[in-house]
């Protein structure tokens, strides 16, 4: 039986994997957060990924919180990057699969086509440099896959469509930028890809083929678009307005453009990725909106 350790169960995407995980029947799963496995320590992590023996991790945790990185950059450099090397660590040498999930926060965010994982990354933030560290230390280990994503969202924890939710419940008038282009990714499609990447490596229809892969839902927006589209399927009577990044100050550089290029993981793992208003409609129908 496999054994599948997940790091970061609470959050958005270890949360979907949860919900995913009685579809998966035959394998088992370890749900961890902190209070059962905490990464940053290493010789705690060392010891509990002995116990298990896991054959599959897959690493959801990290500090994400992109502006406060600005001021605690050790704070995000410790889980993004030391957390990922104690894994690394304790799995060395070992035929245990890690999963590693990463962010387009890895760019500047100044390109005009999408980004493929062959671009040199360039990080103008805390958080995506702390990010960075993280491939590094992940790639350290032979069998290891990080996956890049962006604008991940769900019913689970804190994100835009949240934000954006209980917002146009509260005004009448939302302003949100339009200059900064991606593409949306529910977390619930995010789980599905990498189950279906593992089921498919455990059942030999397909290599485990290690590297950086790119995964969002198809499609392109700006965050205005987006707002918009989440206020309209809600059915909420709040009016969205663009604005320019230049009015909407933040202590991190939001990246212009992060539209990740998926073509490596749809051919290596012959994924189906669904569009980004039809996951965002899936995803507020089961939100209860």
Known sequence: ???????????????EIGELSASFCGYDFIFTDIDELDITDPVGCTDYIAKVKPGWIVNCAAYNTVDKAETEPDRAMLINRTAVKNITDAIKGSECMFIHVSTDYVFSGNANIPYNEQVVPDPATSYGRSKLEGEKAALMHNHTMVIRTSWLYSGYGSNFVKTILSKAKENDSLRVVFDQVGSPTWAADLAGAIMSIISSVIRNQSAFTAGIYHYSNEGVCSWYDFATAIVEEAGLNCKVHPILSSEFKSAAKRPSYSVLDKSKIKDNYNLDIPYWKESLKKCLEQMKY
């Not at 039986?1 to 949360?15: D, R």
């Open 1 to 15: 039986m496999a054994v599948i350790l997940i790091t970061g169960a609470k959050g958005q995407l270890g949360s």
